[in-house]
């Protein structure tokens, strides 16, 4: 099937090909400090699904060094690095204290553009400034965390915001020029392939530059582990998972980039599916069924 794969659409823009190089900020989650709710997404891991970037204790440099030193060799020298502030929600601090960061990591020599992971309801207008003036000295893709468009859903998995501060917040981003992509999960509990779709349609047609997807995983220590210990909710099938997201890349616009067929969570949390897991396997899938 054929559909904009995010290395063609980083080719188109830079030229190269391009890797992901994790980084922490010292932020938290306005939905576990309080200020929106308690214990995060249901399914939001104590690390605030940044388990693969290094500590934020590190200077931002050395975690973008550790972070390129990983790929170096599969990547080669003609590689180009995108910093990817992973970790939590990295808007939720003083816009000064992002610019910081991100102006360290525009200064290292082999960062071409800026990923910033983020909430919808956490972009004031300050914020969006400041990522725009970044915007006009290196690219600044700004990756918003939708998960669903059911609001019914959102206070389910309590992710604490409507979905239509998503459309708001991307067309905010977007007047300024600023690449926006949206995280999709398929498998939610009390949602089917007619609901992800819904979803997928909803996020394309918004008006992002590209979509990543994921399929629902337990991890430890989360609010999804206790419903997944009471039979609360069910799990797909790699094979099960990919026939939903074979529709999903029928419904979206072709200059809607794909920048994720599915995700995997860190192994040592992983509860369930463990297909999720097994890298080689799901690779190989992909190659054979989307390739
Ligand atoms: S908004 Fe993001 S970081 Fe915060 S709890 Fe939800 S998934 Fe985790």
């Known amino acids: 099937m054929k559909y904009l794969s995010a290395n063609e659409q980083y080719k188109q823009r830079f030229g190269r090909k391009m890797y992901k190089a994790s980084v922490s900020l010292d932020v938290t989650c306005p939905n576990r400090d309080g200020k929106k709710g308690y214990g995060g997404c249901i399914f939001c891991s104590a690390g605030g699904s940044g388990?693969?970037?290094?500590?934020?204790?590190?200077?931002?440099?050395?975690?973008?060094?550790?972070?390129?030193?990983?790929?170096s060799r599969k990547a080669g020298k003609d590689a180009g690095y995108i910093a990817y502030f992973q970790s939590f929600t990295n808007?939720?601090?003083?816009?000064?204290?992002?610019?910081?960061?991100?102006?360290?990591?525009?200064?290292?020599?082999?960062?071409?553009?800026?990923?910033?992971?983020?909430?919808?309801?956490?972009?004031?207008?300050?914020?969006?400034?400041?990522?725009?003036?970044?915007?006009?000295?290196?690219?600044?893709?700004?990756?918003?965390?939708?998960?669903?468009?059911?609001?019914?859903?959102?206070?389910?998995i309590n992710r604490c915001y409507r979905t239509e501060e998503f459309r708001d917040a991307v067309s905010r981003l977007r007047d300024k020029g600023i690449y926006?992509?949206?995280?999709?999960?398929?498998g939610l509990p009390g949602e089917g392939e007619k609901e992800f779709l819904d979803t997928v349609r909803y996020a394309a047609h918004s008006g992002v530059d590209g979509i990543k997807f994921t399929c629902l995983y337990v991890l430890r220590g989360t609010k999804l582990e206790e419903m997944y210990d009471r039979g609360q909710i069910s799990l797909l099938s790699m094979e099960g998972y990919f026939d939903i997201i074979e529709k999903a890349l029928a419904v979206i616009p072709e200059n809607v980039a794909v920048h994720r067929l599915t995700g995997d969570g860190p192994k040592k949390?992983?509860?369930?599916?463990?297909?999720?897991?097994?890298?080689r396997r799901v690779i190989n899938y992909i190659n054979r069924r989307f390739g």
């Open 91 to 156: 808007t939720y601090c003083p816009a000064d204290h992002l610019r910081c960061a991100l102006e360290e990591a525009a200064d290292h020599p082999d960062v071409y553009a800026l990923s910033v992971a983020t909430r919808p309801d956490c972009l004031p207008d300050e914020m969006i400034s400041m990522l725009s003036e970044m915007n006009e000295k290196i690219p600044v893709y700004i990756e918003l965390g939708l998960q669903t468009s059911s609001d019914e859903t959102g206070e389910l």
């Open 51 to 71: 388990e693969f970037s290094s500590s934020a204790s590190k200077c931002i440099t050395d975690q973008i060094n550790d972070a390129i030193a990983l790929v």
């Open 180 to 186: 926006t992509i949206a995280h999709v999960i398929c």
């Open 269 to 279: 949390l992983l509860i369930a599916p463990m297909w999720t897991a097994d890298k």
